[in-house]
């Protein structure tokens, strides 16, 4: 049984987490939109990663002031969005921040497999308060623990859910390779996706968060840390892909502009590596 002050220290946390979550679904992500009825859609609907919320905007934007039909975009962890699809939601493209929850819905037959290719790449930070004065090396072995007690007592990693969030998994693979991963493992402040992760700090709810670097460049209350070496986990890569019912020449013609040319200053001032523009 909880002892009173652990209840009460779950109950802030959950509580402060539910306002980060609160902030992240006012600045656009939430719940996907539904087919206009009665008439026809206005543009592709795009379910994107939450981490590709401002350099898609941005696209989209371009896109439609050069002549192009706007879309419809809806942003939140990969794992839901891809859930959502299975589950019938009507969306005409998906861009996961993983290639496992694109694999997840190819492997149901629920993308058109000759539509996918690789379109972003990005890297791993570790972040903290714009103010904060934290210094930290990551390296093999490094005291992650300890800069959190330094940093705030007791305080928490803020990371997206490692059990399904993108962003999470890579940082469990980037600790557990760098054997920082079993000290911290009881001390995360886990979020449904990493802008609510990124929230979790920048409202200094969490001393120390683990997010994606184009996270860290659109938010000016959080600063980076450090980077992640490369090889302590998986390449992040975006991929692209139609989904299976998606019939829309709308949506092809939208796709083929964020893996072109014209869309890649706006990946690149947002931190992305792109991969597929020409």
């Known amino acids: 049984m909880l ?3 652990n209840r009460r220290a779950m109950a802030r946390a959950v509580g402060r987490l539910a306002v980060a979550t609160a902030m992240v679904m006012a600045a656009g992500l939430g719940a996907p939109p539904a087919r206009a009825q009665g008439g026809a859609q206005e543009g592709s609907l795009v379910f ?4 590709l919320k401002n350099a898609l905007d941005a696209a989209n934007t371009a896109y439609a002031t050069g002549g192009g039909t706007k879309a ?3 942003y939140a962890a990969s794992s839901a969005l ?3 699809i299975e589950a019938g939601a009507p969306a005409d ?3 996961s921040a993983d290639e496992d929850w694109m ?3 190819a492997g149901k037959g629920l993308i058109q497999p000759a539509t996918r290719r690789d379109l972003l790449g990005n890297d791993l930070v570790l972040v903290a308060a714009a103010d904060s004065k934290t210094t930290i090396e990551i390296k093999q072995g490094f005291a992650l623990d300890q800069a959190l007690d330094v940093a705030q007592k007791g305080g928490r990693l803020a990371v997206g859910d490692p059990a399904a969030v993108p962003a999470g998994k890579y940082a469990k693979a980037a600790l557990t390779k760098l054997g920082a991963w079993d ?3 009881d001390r995360l402040a886990p979020a449904e996706n990493v802008r609510a992760a990124l929230a979790l700090v920048a409202l200094g709810e969490a001393p120390l968060g683990i997010v994606y670097k184009t996270d860290a460049v659109a938010e000016p209350g959080v600063r980076i840390v450090a980077t992640f070496p490369a090889d302590s986990h998986a390449p992040i890569l975006y991929p692209i892909a139609l989904t299976k019912e998606s ?3 709308q949506a092809q013609a939208f796709l083929d502009f964020l893996a072109g040319p014209k869309a890649r200053p706006l990946f690149e001032a947002q931190g992305f590596t792109v991969l597929s523009a020409k």
């Open 103 to 105: 694999d997840y819905l």
């Open 72 to 74: 419809t975009a809806t």
């Open 3 to 5: 002892k009173m002050g």
């Open 93 to 95: 493209i998906f861009i």
């Open 48 to 51: 994107a990663a939450a981490s």
């Open 247 to 249: 019939t829309s020449a």
């Open 183 to 185: 000290k911290v493992q």
């Open 82 to 84: 891809a859930k959502q």
